[in-house]
């Protein structure tokens, strides 16, 4: 009984990651001229919010983009990307890709720092009108 507990969550952890992260992910040598490494973090986004959007980046994105793996969960997700997008181009597509799940301005904060690292959070705050 204990060996197939074992193999049932070896199984579960294999394709918990495997279900993130890309099939060509680590790019290939040739695949990774003008490709830029990425940190996306996801805070306070639902598990399924955020796969939905990893796959949007994958698949609906200009350029070439690889999804890696990931870490953390529904507080911080930090998942890795490459991708051939400048920052600039990043941050222009994952606002669109927030916008058109429904999201206002001024329920999201992306900030984009030096080095691929961007940060998406979801405000759950209120403000109060004065």
Not at 1 to 10: D, E, H
Not at 30 to 42: I, R
């Amino acid at each position: 009984m204990q060996i197939s507990r074992a193999l049932l969550a070896a199984s579960l952890a294999i394709l918990g990651t495997s279900a993130c992260a890309s099939q060509q992910y680590p790019p290939s040598a040739e695949q990774v001229t003008d490709l830029k490494p990425y940190t996306l973090t996801f805070r306070n986004f639902k598990a399924t919010e955020v796969l939905s959007f990893l796959s949007a980046i994958e698949h609906k994105f200009p350029g070439t983009n690889y999804v890696g793996d990931h870490e953390g969960g529904t507080t911080a997700w930090r998942q890795n990307l490459v991708s051939s997008l400048s920052s600039t181009e990043m941050h222009r597509e994952l606002y669109e890709v927030l916008l058109s799940a429904g999201y206002s301005e001024e329920d999201l904060r992306i900030t984009v720092r030096e080095q691929g690292q961007v940060e998406i959070v979801k405000l759950s705050l209120t403000r109060l009108n004065q």
